[in-house]
């Protein structure tokens, strides 16, 4: 009977599998006994039966049947080879904090070795090294423009000294962990929670202090005072408000670790896009730690978890459930990309399709959009109109912006502006809804990444090459003028580019006034020199990258290029076939940037202006 209930009883956590195993097993093992027992007997009892008592002197303890098995030992991660990978940047990161003397320097690298090589897989911060080493091992010997200095000197300043502090076995004992905001959005510092849950002692408490002091760009949810993390989430014992313990207060002699930022490498800035490259075992192995750190301990709040069950509501039992997470077309937002792009709607929309193409026959789809850019929506209710095979879910009454430039010279970004508790509670709806879907389309966003460790199971389907699909055909046929020499007009120089993109890696540099030939390819304002690589003609949206002196020396060094004149035509125009009344339009003039690109597309759509006139 008992083997029989247990076998059809389904454990809530799922880390208790092994246990519900263990007791099936256990089970279906006495009930095999006994019933050898009951057709072994020849012992019976005055009426017949069988003489329990007596049999029963026979058992014997369950230790004796069934060994325990010896707990497996722990192993060593074999993380300590991670300063190899960095050994270029190490001594440069270390001056740069001020530190002079090699001896010291030493004696901190020698700490740090100390430290990897006693790490055994069964230690908390076991799988968030494993991921850390992964994404150094792609980024410490690559090209692409500060992708290694980042990552190196972020993993030597922030994340081990605080790994140490917080994990080693030598470091000093804390009674709480208290999790300060930081002037950025929501998942910024939600990321930075998460970072606390994970590697903060076992028993300890995780205080969190979301309440805005006022003059914040940001981070700006609410009236100063008011606290956001009570607001969204239930408080629990292991992780509640600052404001609502009073055994732990900002007193310099209180053994409190306070943690203002976050710690995991790869959840900063441009460095968040090498998590979709880590190898599957290593992000698996990360998602489902931060997954249970979070489990019993951080829990939405009764309105947020109304809020919803009304928007899962709207989905079909049994529905194959696609999220799109898509970011807005903002210069500062490609800036933070890996590939540093941002893929406009109808890459989105394409992939999208892709993915929604293997749903089994008969089977409802739905796709949900979350977003903070009105054009994204108009794209996607134009591509997936009500009554067709997908079902679009958008929630409406969210705050979202057009893009652009505000009249400050700032993106217009939605948690840039005036913001209130709903707008935090908009954006943690869409992540929940998002974390409820199957699959998941996403560039490198705080976000995003807080979606995937919510849940390990959901499939990622990261925008993150360098380039779309078909670039090479739009750049061989291109609308805008193209010359067959430039000339270069910024001083003293410009980096050349492998390919047309600033994450791509440098293979060059031409100096000012130099003449160069170009095979009269163009792509989103990069043209294609004749001796291989490219070059930006102006220095706008994501910008490039300029040649520049270091101060009072004549030693180049690099700086972001994000306006002005960098080549000037110096040769013939380059004349192609014109484009046919039903090609589409090229990504740049369809987006609008500029005021010359609206006026362009209106002429070309409108006034039936040839194209070839300019």
């Known amino acids: 009977r008992a ?18 195993h263990a007791l099936i097993a256990l089970a279906q093992m006495a009930a095999v006994h006994l019933n050898q027992a009951y057709r072994g007997s020849t012992t019976p009892s005055s009426n017949g039966k069988f003489a329990w008592s007596r049999r029963a002197q026979d058992w014997q303890p369950l230790q004796k049947l069934v060994p325990a098995a010896a707990p497996p030992k722990p192993k060593l991660c074999g993380v300590e080879d991670v300063l190899e990978f960095m050994q270029d940047h190490i001594e440069g990161s270390f001056l740069e904090d001020g530190f002079t003397s090699a001896e010291e320097i030493q004696q901190i690298i020698e700490a740090f070795h100390s430290y990897l090589a006693g790490v055994t897989d069964d230690r908390r911060e076991a799988p968030f090294l494993m991921a850390c080493r992964y994404a150094i091992a792609r980024a410490a010997p690559s090209s692409q423009p500060l992708l290694a200095d980042t990552i190196c000197k972020a993993f030597l300043r922030v994340t081990l000294p605080r790994l140490i502090e917080l994990c080693s076995p030598d470091a000093y004992p804390y009674c709480a962990v208290v999790v300060t905001f930081h002037d950025n959005g929501l998942f910024a510092n939600v990321l930075q929670l998460l970072d606390a849950l994970l590697l903060a002692a076992p ?14 760009q940001h981070f700006q949810y609410g009236p100063a005072g008011f606290d956001l993390f009570k607001h969204l989430f239930r408080q629990t014992p292991r992780c509640h408000s600052l ?9 310099s002699t209180a053994p409190v670790f306070t943690l203002s930022k976050r710690i995991n490498v790869i959840f900063m800035n441009m460095l968040r896009g090498l998590i979709w490259g880590i190898p599957e075992p290593e992000q698996s192995a990360l998602r489902k730690a931060y997954r249970r750190a979070m489990d019993n301990v951080l829990e939405l709040s009764t309105l947020m978890r109304r809020r919803v069950d009304e928007v ?17 077309g903002a210069n500062e937002v490609a800036a933070c990309q890996l590939n540093q792009r941002t893929p406009p709607p109808a890459e989105f929309i394409q992939q999208a399709r892709h993915v929604l193409a293997d749903t089994p026959p008969g089977v409802p789809q739905v796709l949900f959009l979350a977003t903070d850019e009105i054009s994204t929506v108009q794209a996607f209710t134009k591509a997936f ?4 095979t997908v079902q679009l879910c958008c929630r409406e009454g969210v705050k979202r912006s057009k893009g652009g430039v505000r009249a400050d010279g700032v993106d217009d970004e939605v948690h840039r502006s005036p913001c209130e508790p709903k707008d935090a509670e908009d954006a943690l709806v869409d992540a929940i809804c998002l974390s409820r879907c199957e699959d998941l389309l996403c560039i490198d966003s705080n976000l995003s990444i807080t979606v995937s460790m919510l849940n390990p199971q959901i499939r990622l389907h990261a925008l993150a090459s360098l380039l779309p699909p078909g670039w090479e055909e739009i750049a061989a046929r291109p609308r805008e003028p193209v010359y067959s020499a430039y000339r270069v007009a910024r001083h003293p120089g410009m980096f050349v580019a492998e390919l047309p993109s600033t994450a791509s890696e440098l293979i060059g540099c031409i100096e000012y006034g130099t003449r160069i030939e170009t095979t009269g390819r163009l792509w ?14 102006h220095g706008t949206k994501s910008g490039c990258w300029g040649a520049d002196y270091l101060p009072g020396t004549d030693q180049l060094t690099m700086r972001r290029v994000t306006c002005g004149e960098l080549l000037v035509a110096d040769g013939e125009l380059i004349h192609r076939p014109g484009w046919e009344e039903g090609d589409p339009l090229p990504p740049a003039l369809a987006r ?4 010359d690109c609206s006026f362009c597309t209106f002429a070309y759509k409108h006034m039936k202006m040839h194209p070839r006139v300019r």
Do not use: F
Not at 203 to 216: A, I, K, N, S, T
Not at 243 to 251: K, R, W
Not at 524 to 537: S, T, Y
């Open 3 to 20: 083997y029989t209930v247990l076998k059809s009883c389904v454990p809530v956590e799922p880390e208790r599998h092994h246990l519900r």
């Open 203 to 216: 028993g300890v408490p995780v205080l969190v202090d979301w309440q805005r002091r006022g003059p914040e």
């Open 243 to 251: 404001a609502e313990d009073h055994s732990v207060g900002y007193s």
């Open 312 to 328: 899962v509501a709207t989905w079909p039992r049994g529905a194959r459930v696609v999220g799109v997470h898509k970011r807005l």
């Open 385 to 388: 109109p009500k009554g067709g």
């Open 524 to 537: 989103d304002g990069w043209v294609e020199l004749a001796e291989g690589g490219w070059v930006r003609i």
């Open 592 to 595: 609008a940037e500029t005021p």
